[in-house]
C-alpha cells in the first residue's frame, strides 16, 4: 500500500509555541486530511483538504494542500497542554473511491 | 448519543481462541471500516463494506472474518488467535469517499 510519511516522528515544545508539521508521499493524492488521536481514543477529524494550494484553519489549526499534492502541512499556533496527542495524515488517490491511506503520526507533547 | 461505537473496548483472550467485536454507527453513513492499529501507532486498513458490499479487502489473514448485515453494523470475527493479533482495533463510518469517523477502538491482548 502507499507510504505516507510524517515529520517529525515527535514533537516536545512548551505552551504556547508554534507547531509545525508535514506529510509526504511518492504519490498525487486528491484529497489531504489531517487528524488527531488522543490517549485512549480513536482519531478524530480536524480539516479535509480537496483542492492543490488550498488553505483551510480550524481554529488556532491551519491545513495546507501542497501545490504539488505530493504533500500538506498543518500549523498549530500558540500550542496548549490539550494539543496533546497523535497528529495523523491521511491521502486519498485519485480514482480508489473510498480509500484513504494513513501516515505514520506526529507525537505532540505540550510542556506546561 | 456515541457516533461509532465498538465493543468490547478491551478485550484480553488466549491464543488459539475464536472472538469478535462488534461496531454500530448511528450517523446514517453507507461505508464502514475496520483499521488495524499496531504498537508503533500506524493506522492499516483491512475491510471496507458499502451498503453491506465488501469493497475494501487488504491483505489480511483469512482467519478475520468481517461481516455486515446491514449499513449500521460491521463486525469483526478473528479465529485462531495469535499473538501477533494484539493491537487496537478500530471501527469507522462515512459516507462514501467522504472522511471518516472513528470509534475508540477495541484493545486486544492475545496472552
Known amino acids: 500500500g502507499q507510504q505516507l510519511n510524517q515529520s517529525p516522528q515527535s514533537m516536545f515544545i512548551q505552551e504556547g509555541e508554534d507547531v509545525s508539521m508535514n506529510c509526504t508521499s511518492s504519490?498525487?493524492?486528491?484529497?489531504w486530511l489531517w487528524y488527531k488521536q488522543d490517549p485512549g481514543e480513536g482519531p478524530v477529524l480536524l480539516i479535509a483538504?480537496?483542492?492543490?494550494?488550498e488553505l483551510t484553519s480550524n481554529g488556532r489549526l491551519t491545513a495546507q494542500f501542497g501545490i504539488t499534492r505530493k504533500d500538506s502541512f498543518l500549523n498549530i499556533s500558540a500550542s496548549i497542554p490539550s494539543d496533546v496527542g497523535i497528529y495523523f495524515c491521511a491521502g486519498q488517490l485519485p480514482n480508489t473511491g473510498n480509500q484513504f491511506y494513513f501516515g505514520t503520526g506526529t507525537s505532540l507533547t505540550v510542556i506546561p | 448519543d456515541t457516533a461509532v461505537s465498538q465493543t468490547p473496548k478491551y478485550l484480553v483472550t488466549q491464543m488459539g481462541n475464536d472472538k469478535s467485536i462488534k461496531c454500530e454507527q448511528n450517523?446514517?453513513?453507507?461505508?464502514m471500516y475496520w483499521y488495524k492499529q499496531d504498537s508503533k501507532k500506524f493506522l492499516k486498513i483491512m475491510f471496507s463494506?458499502?451498503?453491506?458490499?465488501?469493497?475494501i479487502n487488504e491483505t489480511v489473514p483469512n482467519r478475520f472474518s468481517p461481516k455486515s448485515p446491514d449499513k449500521a453494523h460491521l463486525n469483526l470475527h478473528i479465529n485462531s488467535l495469535e499473538l501477533g493479533d494484539s493491537a487496537v482495533y478500530f471501527c469507522?463510518?462515512?459516507?462514501?469517499?467522504?472522511?471518516?469517523?472513528f470509534g475508540d477502538g477495541t484493545r486486544l491482548s492475545i496472552l
Open positions: 504519490s498525487i493524492f486528491n484529497t
Open positions: 469507522a463510518s462515512s459516507y462514501y469517499g467522504e472522511p471518516q469517523h
Open positions: 483538504l480537496y483542492k492543490a494550494g
Open positions: 450517523l446514517g453513513h453507507d461505508t
Open positions: 463494506y458499502n451498503n453491506k458490499e465488501l469493497i
